[in-house]
């Protein structure tokens, strides 16, 4: 693997310096659902989203808590960039300075780092540069239409469903534990976006336009993963999958990326798996990343 530059590794290790420093540790510990067989479902993660659902804390510092920083906002500056630049070369640098993705990007407040490192206006965070570099490229793509249907699995915080709102005016059905559908919620609505999504409720034969999930589907167990198939994904008429199973799947018992192209086969859907896809930022490369799509 090429050596990265200096500039770039040097960057990332000041982002790591100053997470550890900046982050803050949940001031209650409040219980919450976990879910065997998925890789954050056992972390303080869930615990976080219940306390932001039941309004033991407020969002003023969510994106700062380490229980929400090592699930979501994992990316770092060189990602953030990536992510930039694949936003102005498809010339959409406008969406960098709208003002209701800068509301999106500034809610919770996150670590920024700074907008002539990242190559943008405004100082960002770069997990809300990729949540919106995935929304324009889903779009471009016709893989989301406008008022498109979708379904995501593992939402996070809701970043990816509120700019597939902005972008495409998507709605999106939230697939995830009940506390984290309901933090998500609790995002959208601070964000005027409460009627871009609601909690998925499973049916037998799916037809969303678009099913996509940013690792959390590679970070299941297989039993997992075959109900998300049948309840979710059967059915769909595309789909992107970023896939982390070379680093999760023999820990959670999930399926390789291999074994998932299989899996999606037998359910009638031809995806094809791309591990050098430009939509892969340099820590997805780094960790053998894979973009699965159909």
Request: aromatic share 6%; hydrophobic share 45%.
């Amino acid at each position: 693997m090429k050596r990265r530059p200096i500039t770039d590794r040097l960057q990332d290790r000041l982002w790591t310096i100053r997470a550890q420093r900046k982050g803050a540790d949940m001031p209650s510990a409040p219980g919450g659902v976990s879910l065997a067989g998925s890789i954050s479902g056992e972390m303080a993660w869930p615990s976080a989203c219940t306390a932001l659902a039941d309004g033991v804390i407020t969002s003023a510092r969510f994106r700062r808590l380490r229980a929400v920083m090592e699930v979501v906002e994992t990316l770092g500056p060189c990602d953030g960039r990536h992510h930039a630049r694949l936003i102005r070369a498809a010339g959409h640098e406008e969406w960098l300075e709208r003002p209701e993705v800068l509301a999106l990007d500034s809610w919770g407040n996150p670590l920024l780092w700074p907008a002539v490192l990242l190559g943008t206006p405004h100082p960002m965070a770069p997990t809300s540069l990729r949540y919106l570099s995935h929304a324009l490229w889903l779009r471009d793509e016709g893989m989301i239409g406008e008022k498109a249907h979708v379904a995501e699995i593992g939402v996070g915080y809701g970043g990816l469903v509120a700019m597939n709102a902005l972008v495409s005016q998507a709605r999106t059905s939230i697939v995830d534990l009940p506390d984290v559908q309901r933090a998500a919620m609790t995002m959208l609505t601070e964000n005027s976006l409460a009627n871009a999504a609601d909690p998925a409720v499973a049916v037998s034969h799916p037809a969303f336009d678009c099913v996509i999930s940013n690792y959390a589907f590679t970070e299941l167990s297989t039993a997992w993963q075959d109900r998300m198939l049948k309840e979710f994904i059967a059915g769909s008429r595309h789909g992107m999958i970023l896939s982390n199973a070379r680093v999760f799947s023999q820990q959670i018992g999930g399926r390789s990326n291999e074994q998932l192209l299989a899996a999606l086969a037998e359910h009638g859907i031809e995806a094809t798996c791309h591990a050098d896809h430009p939509l892969l930022s340099p820590s997805d490369r780094a960790c053998g990343s894979a973009l699965i799509r159909w």
